[in-house]
């Protein structure tokens, strides 16, 4: 198989620096989130990627502890929105306001101006609410009264929802649940964490305590050089792969887009990365498939009546799609 090296590939030196930041970043933030490593490493993927976060679970399992502590491992701006149904779109955007005291009509940031937002309970907001966050996720600037005006670089929304209790709550439509990047759950802890996180005096859900072990702009520079990590034309035909067969399914009323193949592709360079690796192979693909594509996946009537789920669905085709072999090529 022929390797063909970009020249914006990063170094030896680049995948070492960024190996040991992930390592920090995920030791601070796992000090206050016990015996969670492996989503506490999913998130810094998404994070590193460029791409945003959905973190579904019900209540009561870490998820505001977690993206709090990510937000405080970081460094920069943090904002917080607690979403609820009168939050309007100006409250997360900003607005135009006038000056009395010189008589100039000036923008007022919203918390959407910082480099984390944790966006608490997304869908109890109303969908034009919803909407505004989520256009500006996408496009990473806030336009008012005709002005365009850029969010901070790095820009991460790390959105919490309960699946469970749907009182009061607006379903995200899946159009706009494309704008994360991966979809994940905590969970439980296990007998031993949980018995950690009970423990009277112990550091769980202490988010003030967590180490500020980087900046901003470290974690942009080294985003932007992740980029070029080299990709191997069979991954790439492995991933479009899966993606066809995802689509294939009779299971599926709607699969992945190509815009899903592409953050999946985003996702394994950081994650190759994150394991010391200048280079993607095919376990890097299947261990993050389901946290990119599932959430990706619409499943038709007759499939939910049936029980199965966008996670059942792309486990499968996980399990069907082989790989692609080292001496291939």
Do not use: W
């Amino acid at each position: 198989m022929t390797t063909v090296v970009s020249p914006f590939s990063p170094t030896e030196d680049d995948i070492t620096e960024f190996r040991k930041l992930h390592h920090r970043v995920g030791d601070a933030v796992e000090s206050a989130v016990h015996g969670k490593r492996g989503v506490v490493d999913l998130v810094l993927v998404a994070m590193f990627a460029g791409g945003h976060v959905l973190l579904e679970d019900v209540p009561g399992t870490g998820k505001t502890t977690l993206a709090r502590a990510v937000a405080r491992s970081l460094g920069g701006q943090v904002r917080r929105v607690q979403f609820t149904p009168d939050l309007l779109p100006s409250d997360v955007t900003g607005t135009t306001v006038f000056d009395p005291r010189d008589g100039q009509v000036r923008f007022r940031p919203g918390p959407v101006f910082a480099n984390v937002v944790l966006a608490d309970e997304i869908n109890r907001a109303s969908a034009k609410t919803q909407s505004a966050l989520l256009e500006v996720m996408e496009e990473r600037t806030v336009t008012v009264d005709g002005t365009a005006h850029l969010v901070p670089d790095p820009f991460v929304v790390i959105a919490t929802q309960n699946p469970v209790d749907l009182d009061g709550t607006y379903r995200l439509p899946e159009a706009q649940l494309d704008r994360f990047l991966v979809r994940t759950s905590l969970g439980y802890p296990d007998a031993e964490h949980e018995i950690e996180v009970l423990r009277p005096g112990g550091t769980a859900g202490r988010v003030a305590d967590v180490p500020v072990v980087t900046t901003p702009g470290e974690v942009a520079a080294l985003a932007e050089r992740l980029a070029g990590l080299h990709v191997a034309d069979l991954l790439l035909r492995y991933i479009r792969d899966l993606g066809v067969a995802i689509r294939n399914d009779p299971r599926v009323r709607l699969g992945a887009s190509t815009r899903g193949l592409r953050s999946l592709v985003r996702c394994v360079q950081v994650y190759a990365a994150a394991q010391g690796r200048n280079y993607v192979v095919p376990s890097d693909v299947q261990r993050l498939a389901e946290a990119v594509l599932a959430h990706r996946t619409v499943l038709t009537r007759d499939a939910v009546l049936a029980g199965h789920t966008s996670a059942s669905v792309v486990h499968d085709v996980l399990e069907t799609v082989s790989p692609p072999q080292p001496d291939e090529g």
